[in-house]
């Protein structure tokens, strides 16, 4: 069964940094395989904001990506970060890790998901 547990949320004021985690367990799949994580805000739809392909580290940002957030890896722990620094309030939403063994990109075809963690940035 694949797992993809999230966590690191929370509630910061704006300036602030978090790091998301995303453990993943039981995919099969692939040995490698592409995590990438995806915001909700409120009223509006999912938006792919980074990826990472595990089996080079490549790293995928959309353009509108100011250097605020950087998704990084660590194999041995079957696990990928989400480092966001200099928060806003427009950051507010619910993160979800999601994964795929099929093309890499921040909007890829993903396959599982997350529940999701809540980040919430006060002003």
């Known amino acids: 069964q694949v797992r993809l547990t999230e966590s690191g949320g929370g509630s910061v004021q704006a300036g602030g940094s978090l790091r998301l985690s995303c453990a993943v367990s039981g995919y099969i799949a692939s040995r490698y395989y592409c995590l990438g994580w995806i915001r909700q805000r409120p009223g509006q739809e999912r938006e792919g904001i980074a990826a990472i392909y595990t089996g080079g580290g490549s790293t995928y940002y959309p353009d509108s990506n100011e250097g605020r957030f950087a998704i990084s890896q660590d194999n041995a722990k079957d696990t990928v970060y989400l480092q966001m620094d200099s928060l806003k309030p427009e950051d507010t939403a619910t993160y979800y890790c999601?994964?795929?063994?099929?093309?890499?990109?921040?909007?890829?075809?993903?396959?599982?998901w997350g529940q999701g963690t809540q980040v919430t940035v006060s002003s």
């Open positions: 999601a994964i795929t063994s099929g093309l890499c990109w921040y909007e890829a075809n993903w396959e599982y």
